[in-house]
């Protein structure tokens, strides 16, 4: 079983339309929990992270962690032809920092 | 130049050639390192550095030979690699002080393609 678990998709929704992205985990030791979007052509850039359980809410975007599932989730609200992007979920412990876990992403495409 | 910046972009070489990937990061960070990413799979960590001293290695072949010399340089040198080495190499850097989270900042990567 893979440490994270992320589906690949492609994920394809109109403009404006409201995205839910998904990682499930299965080490219970995991407390930082990130989102990198990554560009055709680029290397990942952080957007939102969050420390254990809750939620957190920037502009369109909102990451909720549910450590009792072992869920977390990316919201994109009034989606744009700019969020097309791969969404990659990626978490670490407390005692691991540097040493990130990332789900294999899911690519995603808005369509204007 | 800011952020964290690779070169080559592109490399192609054959099983036989040696030859090396740069990073080079503009944040002041203390902590850089090498991922790999291939296709249909997750980011790989592949090294470690911290304030010039490797403190990961995910059980990566001695193909693969890191290099620190300070902060803000990385090298990836490589040699007699395989086919299913073909990847984006993916360099980043990240404070290394203080509790985490120890955000990673990631440059654009060097595509390689093994022949």
């Not at chain 1, 975007?61 to 609200?77: C, E, G, P």
């Amino acid at each position: 079983q893979k440490e994270v678990e992320q589906d690949p998709g492609p994920l394809s929704v109109p403009e404006g339309a409201i995205v839910s992205l998904n990682c499930t985990y299965s080490n219970s030791a995991f407390q930082y929990f990130m989102w990198y979007r990554q560009y055709s052509r680029k290397g990942p850039e952080l957007l939102m992270y969050t420390y254990s359980s809750g939620n957190k809410e920037d502009g369109r975007f909102t990451a909720q962690v549910d450590k009792s599932s072992k869920y977390i989730s990316l919201f994109i609200r009034d989606s744009q032809p700019s969020d097309s992007a791969t969404y990659l979920c990626a978490m670490s412990g407390d005692q691991g920092a540097q040493k990130l876990v990332f789900g294999q992403g899911t690519r995603l495409t808005i369509n204007p | 130049e800011t952020g964290v910046t690779q070169t080559p972009r592109h490399l192609v070489m054959g099983m036989t050639n040696k030859k090396s990937l740069k990073c080079e990061q503009h944040l002041g960070h203390n902590a850089m390192y090498w991922y790999k990413q291939s296709a249909k799979k997750p980011l790989e960590l592949m090294f470690v550095y911290n304030f010039k001293e490797q403190t990961e290695n995910n059980s990566v072949p001695s193909r693969f030979s890191p290099e620190c010399p300070n902060s803000s340089h990385l090298f990836l040198h490589l040699h007699t690699l395989q086919p299913e080495d073909s990847a984006l190499y993916l360099c980043a850097s990240s404070h290394g002080q203080g509790g985490p989270p120890d955000t990673q900042y990631f440059g654009p990567g060097t595509r390689l393609t093994v022949l």
